[in-house]
RNA sequence: GCGGUAUUGGUGAAGUUGGUUAACACACCGGUUUGUGGUACCGGCACGCGUGGGUUCGAGUCCCACAUACCGCCCCA
């Protein structure tokens, strides 16, 4: 070994073959009940943007920007920043590819699968560099739509066959009402100031509806008598919300209204919505998915004024939860070489399989005996074995051994077809 | 950004009040069986105890710094 030991940096991942199949299928799941069944397309974006575009959507005091973003300055001098979520980016793209252009069908939904980044402690489902599935929906304001988003959430996790979900549902209401609860709750809070805790003393300056979700002891006390954010709907607000419940209520999805609800990023109003999961291995990190309504952004992007809404679903959260890996493919043959001098013939064996009959493949390369090879070729399944020495290279003729009974047949190379391995 | 715990071979780990061959097990490799497997038996396998300093006659065992992981806070997916 040399004298250095690098280390990854902290809070990555390496993902090694043996949890790939689990990426892998959470790939097929998205691409299944996402693209398939509710007509989302997939999009990629860039991986860094414009610091701006991260700092001006989420909200200059919102934690993610504060002192979360990963930002730096390139060999242009422009500020970038390595995206910390997904909606910025994808709000981006649908402006600056005119995806509003009357030739796209309304709404234009868009998924990704992409890793973000945030410069945070690590903890269990916490990481710098993690993964979000997420989904935005561009051009309806249909309340009905926010009903099928969450469905399309919730049939995601269906599919892993997760329990213990539970859906936690909210309205902020239009700009005018979060505006007049905004001034009452400040007002409100503003007599106990001095009883706030740090934090919510500094947020009740630069964003008051934080102060609900505060896991402070004494903050929640103070809140008790706290004017209520659905009082202060407005009635388009008031009914929206009402329409979005009728229809979950009519999907049959078991959600529950939770009032403190507010969720982390500026740019949300009207339905907001979290998915918790109960499971212990999550604790701290329960939240596996959260979104809502956003408005205002494609404008800011300089965009049509746009209607949109959008979840993030955290794939490592997800996977501590599903936590089920599938074994490799099964291997068909495993080539036995007596030593190292029929190697080419071996190999040249091995090609062929390959070639013809699609065949996985199987051979040493490290000298090891005979009894290792077999030995390898158990544990990888091999369903047949082939011994190769001096002999099958003068006379060509095969022996197959079936791994399961350990019974073995000959055949001529050049007669071999596929029934043989059956 | 703050607090706590941890870090010994490929893996799980044992390491006594600091004392000089780093236990045991799994895995791996070899042999018993010089061309045939999954069992059994035998043998091999850490010049090293996260990294760097320090204390000491002597440190995996004590002290300091740093790194990383985990837990809690903050926050979030």
Not at 36 to 57: K, M, Q, S, V, W
Not at 205 to 220: E, G
Not at 359 to 365: G, M, R
Request: net charge negative.
């Amino acid at each position: 070994m040399s004298e250095k030991l690098f280390q990854k940096p902290k809070g990555t991942a390496d993902l090694l073959p043996s949890i790939q199949p689990v990426w892998q299928k959470i790939t097929a799941v998205a691409q299944e009940i996402f693209e398939h069944r509710y007509n989302f397309g997939r999009i990629d974006t860039p991986l860094f943007e414009n610091y701006d575009i991260f700092a001006r959507t989420s909200g200059d005091s919102s934690d993610v920007v504060s002192k979360e973003m990963y930002d730096f300055y390139d060999k242009g001098k422009r500020h970038m920043a390595l995206r910390p979520e997904g909606t910025a980016g994808v709000v981006r793209a649908y402006v600056e590819n005119k995806l509003y252009g009357p030739e796209y069908e309304k709404p234009v939904n868009l998924y990704y699968l992409e890793s973000m980044f945030r410069y945070e402690r690590p903890q269990a489902g916490r990481m710098r560099e993690f993964h979000q599935l997420g989904a935005e929906s561009f051009g309806s304001d249909s309340p009905f739509l926010d009903a099928q988003v969450i469905q399309m959430a919730i049939d995601f996790f269906k599919a892993f066959k997760l329990n213990n979900l539970l859906v936690k549902i909210n309205s902020l209401g239009n700009d005018a009402s979060r505006a007049a609860f905004r001034q009452a709750l400040v007002d409100y809070l503003s007599q106990y100031e001095e009883q706030l805790s740090r934090d919510s003393k500094i947020r009740l300056k630069t964003n008051p509806l934080r102060i609900l979700d505060s896991k402070d002891a004494n903050d929640q006390k103070l809140l008790v008598g706290a004017p209520k954010i659905l009082d202060y709907l407005d009635q388009d607000s008031k009914n929206r919300f009402k329409q979005v419940t009728d229809a979950l209520d009519a999907f049959g999805v078991n959600y529950e209204i939770d009032e403190k609800l507010v969720r982390g990023l500026d740019y949300y109003n009207n339905t907001i919505f979290e998915i918790e999961t109960q499971d212990p291995k999550l604790k701290s990190a329960a939240t596996i998915c959260g979104g809502g309504r956003y408005s205002g952004m494609v404008e800011e992007f300089g965009g049509p004024d746009t209607p949109a809404i959008g979840f993030g679903i955290g794939l490592e959260r997800l996977i501590t939860l599903i936590g089920e890996v599938k074994e490799r493919d099964q291997v068909d043959v495993y080539i036995v070489q007596t030593d190292s001098s029929v190697s080419a013939f071996a190999n040249l064996l091995a090609k062929h399989l390959r070639e013809v009959f699609h065949f996985s493949v199987l051979l040493d390369y490290t000298n090891r005996s005979m009894k290792s090879q077999f030995r390898s070729a158990d544990r990888t399944q091999a369903r047949y074995s082939i011994v190769i020495g001096d002999q099958e290279v003068q006379s060509k003729e095969l022996t197959l051994k079936k791994m399961t009974d350990g019974s073995q047949r000959k055949v001529l190379l050049d007669n071999l077809r596929i029934e043989d391995f059956s």
